[in-house]
Nanobody
Framework: QVQLVESGGGLVQAGGSLRLSCAASGRTFSNYIMGWFRQAPGKEREFVARISRSGSSTYYEDSVKGRFTISRDNAKNTVYLQMNSLKPEDTAVYYC????????????????WGQGTQVTVSS
């Protein structure tokens, strides 16, 4: 079973930047579309961005488009999320996961969730 370990979160002022990393165990990492999700206090976990198996294609939710960049290094079994121009509403625990889509086209993570990494943006 693939294990996911997120890191790189922290406390940053509004307008600042952070780079999150997600290291995956196992030799099947390159077979997965990978994505980032986040969960703010009192809210459901939401999808943020995803990247294709080769890294050639990306997709972002409107709330982060133009500010966040997802990338991956299949040789290192790692996916990244560069977050710029951070806003207080970006405060959440961030998780990575392999992405699939349900019957309604909604993305979901289908591997066991890691512990996540906390991102806190102060105003």
């Amino acid at each position: 079973q693939v294990q996911l370990v997120e890191s790189g979160g922290g406390l940053v002022q509004a307008g600042g930047s952070l780079r999150l990393s997600c290291a995956a165990s196992g030799r099947t990492f390159s077979n997965y579309i990978m994505g980032w999700f986040r969960q703010a206090p009192g809210k459901e976990r939401e999808f943020v961005a995803r990247i294709s198996r080769s890294g050639s294609s990306t997709y972002y939710e409107d709330s982060v488009k133009g500010r966040f960049t997802i990338s991956r290094d299949n040789a290192k079994n790692t996916v990244y999320l560069q977050m710029n121009s951070l806003k207080p509403e970006d405060t959440a625990v961030y998780y990575c996961n392999a992405v699939n889509y349900d019957w309604a086209g909604k993305p979901f993570g289908f591997l066991s969730w890691g512990q996540g990494t906390q991102v806190t943006v102060s105003s």
